[in-house]
């Protein structure tokens, strides 16, 4: 029984590891862009605002991370990218676009992938913006796991 627990741990603990479901908080600890009040991010129309994360920028991340590129064996495992650059704190949080808030994000796993973080960061867009939660706490939400604030809102995917 304990060999059987223990085996489960470990098989959990190595596929967080290597999932990259959440960034390395040393590599990418997160980083907001001064001057963005709640009331700015509120009215921005994101998507249509300018984004400003270059190729060098991505290639910087890559390495920081111990990746090539995109055409790592991380990003194509099964023939195809499934990995993108992604912000921990999103840009509709007023997150920078700077290295050190950029990580490689896993794009096509399962459970955990680029799509549901998407998902949460438009949810805690309109929960700031409908006043049911901070801007700090939602930031939070991002760099403190994710994957809990995803949880909380859609239970486990």
């Known amino acids: 029984m304990i060999r059987t627990i223990t085996f489960f741990y470990l098989l959990l603990s190595v596929s967080i590891a290597c999932a990259n479901d959440i960034p390395d908080l040393s590599k990418t600890p997160g980083v907001i862009r001064p001057g963005l009040s709640k009331e700015k991010i509120c009215t921005i129309k ?7 994360v270059t190729a060098d920028m ?4 890559f390495e920081l991370y111990g990746y090539s590129g995109y055409d790592d064996p991380h990003c ?12 921990l704190i999103s840009r509709e949080l007023g997150g920078a676009d700077v290295v050190d808030n950029l990580w490689p994000q896993a794009y ?7 799509v549901l973080k998407d998902k949460l960061e438009n949810r805690l867009h309109k929960e700031i913006c409908a006043n049911k939660i901070s801007l700090s706490k939602a930031r939070n939400m991002l760099t403190n796991d994710w994957r809990k604030a995803y949880i909380k809102y859609y239970g486990s995917p």
């Open 108 to 114: 096509g796993s399962s459970p955990w992938n680029a």
């Open 58 to 61: 991505k290639r910087q991340v």
């Open 46 to 52: 994101w998507g249509k605002d300018e984004r400003h």
């Open 76 to 87: 194509i495992p099964a023939g195809k990218r499934t990995c993108e650059i992604d912000h």
